[in-house]
């Protein structure tokens, strides 16, 4: 199930994160170059729902196709970060915290399929929610001006992205909590 219409969605997520971070090596406007990334990522962004719609519609779900679509976000926001850390954006803390806790969650959910209990760390609700808010928080920031002439994305943005930071520990906490019991059984 390499290459069916979900799938293929989500291959063009990972393929257009090189053409987002371009963007800002054009030379362009920096007005430009936000508006360009920006319509990027929310385009993007916006193929995450709609590979999941087609993958139940057409019944064309597969476990390649539940590993990549994570994979897929994780990699869009890691790199939207980069850049925005680059560009003075988002503070470094604010990165490592949610890079961190992609890398930590991923390590997690390796280790206890391996161990046979990838059911006590399936997706949660806070998980969700932690990559919605992040989705939203992302443009804003890389849009980075006033939007509909009075809506400040950078202030916008920055109070999102904080809001993200605090579900991603928060769903973080929640994943170990659900994974320590057998992590405790294992290592007996």
């Known amino acids: ?24 090596y054009l030379d362009l406007p920096t007005d430009s170059k936000n508006l ?9 962004a ?17 476990a390649f196709g539940a590993f990549l679509d994570p994979v897929a976000d994780k990699i869009l926001v890691c790199a939207a970060l980069l ?31 391996q161990i046979g209990a990838s059911r006590s760390v399936a997706v949660h609700m806070v998980g969700k929610l932690k990559t919605t808010v992040q989705m939203v928080a992302i443009p804003f920031l890389l849009f980075d001006g006033p939007l509909f002439g009075f809506i400040s994305t950078r202030v916008w943005g ?26 405790r059984a294992k290592a007996r």
Do not use: C, H
């Open 1 to 24: 199930m390499f290459f069916t219409l979900p799938t293929l969605f989500t291959w063009a997520r990972i393929v257009a994160i090189p053409l987002i971070i371009g963007v800002y």
């Open 83 to 113: 850049i925005l850390l680059e560009l003075g954006r988002v503070d470094a803390l604010v990165a490592l915290v949610i890079i961190g806790r992609e890398i930590t969650i991923s390590a997690l959910r390796e280790w206890m399929a």
């Open 46 to 62: 916006l193929t995450d729902w709609l590979d999941g719609y087609l993958a139940r519609k057409l019944n064309q779900t597969s």
């Open 36 to 44: 360009f990334a920006t319509a990027l990522f929310v385009l993007v």
């Open 158 to 183: 920055t109070w999102l992205i904080y809001l993200a930071v605090v579900l991603t520990i928060w769903s973080m906490v929640y994943y170990l909590q659900k994974a320590l019991p057998e992590i």
